[in-house]
């Protein structure tokens, strides 16, 4: 086994999403009956707010400081929400002490390329998410963990590596209880390696059995079961604001991290997503929901972004934003030609369809209007126009130029030939169509295609009835 251990340091301030890089941001909790600050981003830090301050302090540092509460659900939620993204790596994730994450990889290596290429994209997605997380690889769980919180951004493949590396470290990267930790400095215990050279009968004796126990499965001896996380069957992600928003456009770079979240949880599951809704959450007014409706299914963040971004332009803000929610419901199942991690998906017959929603997206879903075939044989009445719909595709029952004329338009004859800036060859036909009986419009007309001394195609037609020409259309 093989596992990658992720550790969140910055998960108080993660948890909500940064109104700017700009903008100087600390999260603050009640420490001896005052406000003080937990954590800051290095905004806030360059002007010289500094964990342990008083909140007062910190203000009265940094002008236009924008201050959170800490809030350990909205962490615990966030946690949650990386493991739903990290499903994409590997089936099995584990949560680690509402502080990080433990990734079992072994069997991700060659789908991924090798544990590089792997430990790459991840970090690759981690920022793309707004996280920065220390990381480490390790044969075991405990080790890879107690790596990462040690700062080293280590991979170690082998357990004798990884012995000799833990074997380096304090007593006190074990995170031990007070009674411990006092103990092992009177027997003047400095590292690890100082600690496993010791008996392990007399160890346990003066220590108690739990010190040997973690020892040994930190170093594979005994075994380390971690219990996976299961995925929720429906996307649903929630995102704090520090702080409010009136401007729509502002909210874009949160949206993302939200998309983000669902491309990993899509790709995790092999699926992509035909609909999904952005509720924007107000402090003083009822929820407002912004609709995505796609006409194929995708889980391209950039894709879906992008239709997302023109939605949310139009969408006036009734009352500022303090939050944004993002519900996805609906999965369908891609093939297997869809199934790429990273970059554009789906085949070169998709850019129709996203054209349709950027433009469903910018003017509104009934200013695009698409074709439907109707069973009818006569050209004016074979088709209609209907509301751009969810895989909504058009079939003729034969081919049909582009270009049908409004009214057709009737055409000179010389010679028993059909004139149009000249004479017209009749390359293809007749095609004749006898219908509309019952509509008391009906037509007898043999069909052609025609080439004009120019090199167009038309499509042209002689009406049985009267022997006058037409012309129809156009072919492309």
């Known amino acids: 086994m093989l596992w990658l251990a992720l550790e969140c340091p910055r998960l108080a301030l993660e948890a909500f ?25 290095p905004v806030a830090a360059a002007a010289g707010v500094r964990p342990g301050m008083s909140a007062s302090t910190a203000l009265s540092l940094c002008e236009g400081l924008c201050l959170r509460e800490r809030d350990p659900a909205a962490e615990a939620e966030r946690l949650q929400a990386l493991a739903t993204w990290a499903i994409q790596f590997t089936d099995h994730v584990s949560l680690q002490d509402r502080r990080g994450l433990l990734l079992e990889v072994a069997g991700s290596l060659r789908y991924f390329g090798g544990l590089a290429a792997l430990r790459e994209r991840l970090l690759a997605g981690l920022e793309d998410l707004g996280h920065r997380c220390r990381h480490a690889v390790a044969p075991t769980p405990g080790g890879a963990w107690v790596l990462a919180r040690a700062g080293g951004e280590v991979a170690i493949t082998d357990p004798a590596t990884l012995q000799a590396t833990l074997g380096a ?36 004796r003066r220590l108690g059995p739990a010190l040997p126990a973690d020892l040994d499965r930190l170093l594979g001896r005994r075994p380390d079961p971690r219990p996976p996380f299961e995925p929720p069957e ?101 093939e297997a030609r869809d199934r790429r991690l990273f970059g554009r998906e789906g085949p070169a017959e998709d850019d129709t369809a996203r054209l349709v929603e950027r433009l469903r997206a910018h003017l509104g879903d009934d ?10 044989h006569r050209p ?7 509301t751009a719909a969810p895989d909504r595709r058009i079939e003729w029952p034969a081919p049909r130029p582009t270009w049908l004329l409004e009214t057709p338009r009737r055409l000179a004859e010389r010679d028993g030939r059909p004139q149009l800036d000249g004479p017209l060859a009749l390359v293809a036909g007749p095609e004749r169509i006898e219908s509309g009986w ?33 012309l129809q259309g156009w072919f492309a």
């Open 367 to 376: 200013a695009v209007d698409t074709l439907r075939a109707v069973a009818d």
């Open 438 to 470: 019952w509509d008391g419009d009906d037509v007898a007309r043999d069909y052609f295609r025609a080439r004009t001394p120019s090199g167009a195609t038309a499509w042209v037609y002689r009406d049985l009835r009267s022997g006058t020409w037409f």
């Open 234 to 334: 429906r996307f649903r992600s929630h995102l704090e604001l520090p702080a409010e928003v009136e401007n729509s456009r502002a909210l874009v770079f949160a949206v993302r991290r939200l998309l983000v979240e669902l491309g990993g949880f899509l790709r995790g599951r092999g699926a992509g997503i035909q609909g999904a809704r952005l509720i924007l959450h107000h402090r003083d007014a009822g929820d407002a929901v912004v609709a995505l409706e796609l006409v194929h299914p995708s889980r391209d963040p950039e894709h879906l972004q992008a239709i997302l971004g023109e939605r949310l332009e139009r969408h006036a803000l009734g009352a500022p934003v303090t939050g944004l929610t993002l519900e996805a419901e609906r999965l369908v199942r891609l």
């Open 169 to 204: 470290l304090p007593p006190a990267r074990l995170e031990l209880d007070a009674d411990t930790r006092r103990a092992l400095e009177g027997m003047g215990i400095r590292s690890l390696a100082e600690c496993l050279r010791l008996p392990r009968a007399e160890l346990a």
């Open 380 to 386: 004016e009445r074979a088709w209609s126009s209907v």
């Open 17 to 41: 999403a940064a109104p700017s890089t700009r903008t100087p941001l600390a999260v603050m909790e009640p420490r001896s009956g005052r406000r003080r600050i937990h954590a800051c981003n």
